[in-house]
């Protein structure tokens, strides 16, 4: 597989490789379905397999946007039985999340030089030169520092901020990913398209922002500091810049090694994961919008390390308290309270006809976790299920295409799936009305994880899901 040295830029020559794919991949998928009629009933199947195979080799090397998508539709594991054609590309799609084509190290070398204004050799006592990770953005390499300070080094791509800034507004290229999520979504949910995208679009831009990342590991390594089981490494900011980020380097297994480890193992790391995801708006209004499993370190003791800051919004106070109410009115199954809230944070109309019993019901699939029977296990039926509530053409989903989705709440959704989708991986059995109960200050913690996180937020002095800010 060819390296990459700078990303493609320019409108034109992001668009043309995927849009002409597209197109051709439209005129493959009339043949195969004639196939398909004239006795070759694997045809369509087949169709989808290649399709799915190229999609992943084209975005593993566009970086940006473009992958970015790839890897978030890689995360959503769902059943196959009840998604065959999104399966089939979100398996193909998997291998975005830590083996994307890295650049050679000269390239990252002379990057770094640049951007720190001092030889690699006066930066590092050592610097590995194949990278830990090559994800959407930069790739990652393990380092020491003079003092044998053992961190890890993220090296923005060359050229992938412009790349990115193209992307973002070519409608062009971004209408080859609608077309393909609507081949799997028949409907979805309503929400305003352009402030939809306005807010995704901030998220990303600030992803190319390596300051700005900067700022989201130091408030998230002083909010976690002390935790018992989640890790936040520590910024090293005298090799930082635009395009290097340095920090403490993180210990732990991958992801591929998590998914096979024992099953009590997976369960605490499980907790962890939950607990970091749904906590840090709880105590703290920060929500980190991205879930995908290569940014994870998988510690031996049950802890886990988590290593990407770049998506990071900080939730309006208005916005962070009506998520904890609605969440709380669905677990006390209290309807009236559940419909007022989501009139009041504007995913009901005026005008809506839909009524509390019909928001009760699209609550119970869409957080059939917290609000089933104790301990829950996730299996690929609560992705599945997650996203038929947001996207099916079913009787699960038919409230949600009557609501407006306020543009704050998009990125919510995308943490829902993603966590759902790892948990499902890892098999975890949790305790998660339990674990909802703690975030948000209610009563006393009943599981050991419970326990000590309470004991940790409460020696922090932190606010609760419910109290006042």
Same mark, same amino acid.
């Given at each position: 597989?060819?390296?990459?040295?700078?990303?493609?830029?320019?409108?034109?020559?992001?668009?043309?490789?995927?849009?002409?794919? #597209? @197109?051709? =991949?439209? $005129?493959?998928?009339?043949? %195969?379905? &004639?196939?398909?009629? /004239?006795?070759?009933?694997?045809? !369509?199947?087949?169709?989808?397999?290649?399709?799915?195979?190229?999609?992943?080799?084209?975005?593993?090397?566009?970086?940006?946007?473009?992958?970015?998508?790839?890897?978030?539709?890689?995360?959503?594991?769902?059943?196959?039985?009840?998604?065959?054609?999104?399966?089939?590309?979100?398996?193909?799609?998997?291998?975005?999340?830590?083996?994307?084509?890295?650049?050679e190290f000269e390239?990252?070398?002379?990057?770094?030089?640049?951007?720190?204004?001092?030889?690699?050799?006066?930066?590092?006592?050592?610097?590995?030169?194949?990278?830990? #990770? @090559?994800? =959407?953005? $930069?790739?990652?390499?393990? %380092?020491? &520092?003079?003092?044998? /300070?053992?961190?890890?080094?993220? !090296?923005?791509?060359?050229?992938?901020?412009?790349?990115?800034?193209?992307?973002?507004?070519?409608?062009?290229?971004?209408?080859?990913?609608?077309?393909?999520?609507?081949?799997?979504?028949?409907?979805?949910?309503?929400?305003?398209?352009?402030?939809?995208?306005?807010?995704?679009?901030?998220?990303?831009?600030?992803?190319?922002?390596?300051?700005?990342?900067?700022?989201?590991?130091?408030?998230?390594?002083?909010?976690?500091?002390?935790?018992?089981?989640i890790r936040v490494?520590?910024?090293?900011?005298?090799?930082?810049?635009?395009?290097?980020?340095?920090?403490?380097?993180?210990?732990?297994?991958?992801?591929?090694?998590?998914?096979?480890?024992?099953?009590?193992?997976?369960?605490?790391?499980?907790?962890?994961?939950?607990?970091?995801?749904?906590?840090?708006?709880?105590?703290?209004?920060?929500?980190?919008?991205?879930?995908?499993?290569?940014?994870?370190?998988?510690?031996?003791?049950?802890?886990?390390?988590?290593?990407?800051?770049?998506?990071?919004?900080?939730?309006?106070?208005?916005?962070?308290?009506?998520?904890?109410?609605?969440?709380?009115?669905?677990?006390?199954?209290?309807?009236?309270?559940?419909?007022?809230?989501?009139?009041?944070?504007?995913?009901?109309?005026?005008?809506?006809?839909?009524?509390?019993?019909?928001?009760?019901?699209?609550?119970?699939?869409?957080?059939?976790?917290?609000?089933?029977?104790?301990?829950?296990?996730?299996?690929?039926?609560?992705?599945?299920?997650?996203?038929?509530?947001?996207?099916?053409?079913?009787?699960?989903?038919?409230?949600?295409?009557?609501?407006d989705v306020p543009?704050?709440?998009?990125?919510?959704?995308?943490?829902?799936?993603?966590?759902?989708?790892?948990?499902?991986?890892?098999?975890?059995?949790?305790?998660?009305?339990?674990?909802?109960?703690?975030?948000?200050?209610?009563?006393?913690?009943?599981?050991?994880?419970?326990?000590?996180?309470?004991?940790?937020?409460?020696?922090?002095?932190?606010?609760?899901?419910?109290?006042?800010?």
């Amino acid at each position: 597989m060819p390296t990459a040295q700078t990303v493609r830029s320019g409108r034109i020559r992001r668009t043309v490789p995927i849009a002409g794919f #597209a @197109a051709r =991949s439209a $005129g493959g998928r009339m043949v %195969a379905g &004639l196939r398909a009629r /004239t006795g070759d009933p694997d045809a !369509v199947d087949k169709f989808h397999q290649r399709t799915a195979e190229r999609y992943a080799e084209m975005l593993g090397h566009s970086k940006g946007v473009l992958m970015k998508a790839g890897q978030l539709l890689s995360t959503y594991d769902i059943d196959p039985d009840s998604g065959a054609v999104f399966s089939t590309y979100q398996k193909a799609l998997q291998r975005l999340q830590s083996e994307a084509p890295p650049m050679e190290f000269e390239t990252a070398q002379a990057a770094i030089e640049q951007d720190l204004g001092r030889p690699i050799t006066e930066l590092f006592e050592k610097i590995e030169e194949t990278p830990l #990770a @090559a994800a =959407s953005i $930069g790739q990652v390499h393990e %380092a020491w &520092l003079p003092d044998g /300070t053992h961190v890890a080094v993220k !090296v923005q791509y060359p050229g992938v901020a412009r790349a990115i800034h193209d992307d973002l507004a070519n409608t062009e290229l971004l209408a080859t990913f609608v077309k393909l999520g609507m081949s799997m979504t028949p409907k979805s949910m309503r929400t305003d398209q352009r402030a939809a995208a306005a807010e995704i679009s901030e998220r990303i831009v600030e992803e190319i922002d390596y300051r700005h990342e900067a700022r989201s590991i130091r408030r998230f390594a002083d909010l976690y500091r002390g935790h018992p089981f989640i890790r936040v490494p520590e910024l090293i900011e005298s090799h930082c810049g635009e395009q290097v980020l340095t920090m403490s380097y993180v210990e732990g297994v991958s992801w591929s090694e998590a998914r096979n480890a024992d099953q009590d193992l997976r369960n605490q790391w499980a907790e962890a994961i939950s607990y970091f995801a749904f906590g840090a708006y709880r105590h703290s209004n920060l929500f980190n919008a991205d879930p995908h499993p290569g940014n994870y370190r998988f510690g031996l003791d049950g802890t886990v390390g988590f290593v990407d800051f770049g998506c990071v919004k900080q939730f309006p106070e208005r916005v962070r308290i009506g998520i904890v109410r609605m969440l709380r009115a669905a677990v006390n199954g209290d309807r009236d309270e559940l419909y007022r809230v989501m009139r009041s944070s504007g995913w009901v109309s005026e005008d809506s006809d839909l009524t509390p019993d019909d928001v009760m019901a699209w609550w119970r699939t869409m957080a059939g976790p917290v609000l089933g029977s104790q301990p829950h296990r996730y299996t690929a039926d609560d992705a599945t299920a997650l996203l038929q509530s947001l996207f099916g053409d079913n009787s699960a989903s038919a409230a949600i295409r009557k609501m407006d989705v306020p543009p704050d709440y998009v990125m919510l959704s995308r943490i829902n799936l993603g966590i759902n989708a790892i948990l499902a991986e890892l098999g975890a059995e949790l305790n998660v009305k339990a674990q909802s109960d703690d975030i948000d200050g209610i009563g006393e913690p009943l599981t050991h994880h419970g326990k000590l996180h309470v004991a940790w937020a409460r020696e922090r002095g932190l606010p609760f899901g419910l109290d006042p800010r």
